[in-house]
């Protein structure tokens, strides 16, 4: 599986409005942000209200994340300034089998701008320079439009329902599946 992993971009991935790059230390206003949010922290590694060395931590998560065979975490970044406004993964661990799935999230204050359906449309461009990846996938909760309407701006088809797909704050959830295929090939 390791051999099928992808190199971390050599340039940073552009869409729009953002830039995905690699995570850095002055990204940690983020993770304090995150931490703030009502939600993100019951979906993700980050504890809610994080300590100085709980954010420093997330943020060195996010930076292993490609050498711990889990995928590729990126911080969405606001293209003109370069300051972390969100973040976005493409999580590889069912690349042998063509799939993978990618999760975001954006900062509360950054919201409502284009930033995550740019970053979504720059991840899945960099995700079929993979060779082997053939599938990504989202899962968002029913109630979240403004998640739904990322996946749909980004070109993301919605597959169905999964019920009680997983648990989210000691509760199971049900999840809607997106998804987007690579393009085949057109024979003629």
């Keep these: 599986m390791d051999e099928m992993l992808p190199q971390w971009p050599s340039t940073p991935v552009r869409h729009g409005p953002v830039l995905l790059r690699a995570f850095a230390e002055r990204d940690v206003r983020l993770a304090f ?3 703030e949010d009502p ?3 019951l979906i993700g590694s980050l504890q809610a209200k994080p300590s100085d060395q709980e954010a420093m931590e997330w943020i ?10 889990m995928g590729l975490s990126f911080a969405i970044a606001d293209a003109r300034t370069d300051e972390a406004v969100g ?6 661990q069912n690349l042998a089998a063509g799939r993978a799935r990618a999760g975001y999230s954006v900062a509360a204050a950054h919201r409502g701008r284009g930033f995550a359906s740019s970053a979504l449309t720059a991840l ?13 996938e989202l899962h968002i909760e029913p109630w979240n439009v403004g998640s739904i ?10 597959e169905g329902l999964l019920r009680s ?7 199971r959830r049900d999840m809607l599946l997106h998804a987007a295929i690579r393009a085949e ?3 003629g």
């Design 33 to 35: 942000e995150f931490g």
């Design 39 to 41: 939600y993100i922290p």
């Design 60 to 69: 060195h998560r996010q930076q292993g994340r490609l050498a711990e065979g």
């Design 87 to 92: 973040a976005i993964g493409l999580w590889l």
């Design 124 to 136: 899945t461009a960099f995700a079929w320079t993979i060779p082997a990846l053939h599938r990504i």
């Design 149 to 158: 309407r990322v996946a749909e701006n980004a070109g993301y088809q919605r």
């Design 165 to 171: 797909h997983q648990e989210i704050g000691g509760a």
């Design 185 to 187: 090939p057109s024979t």
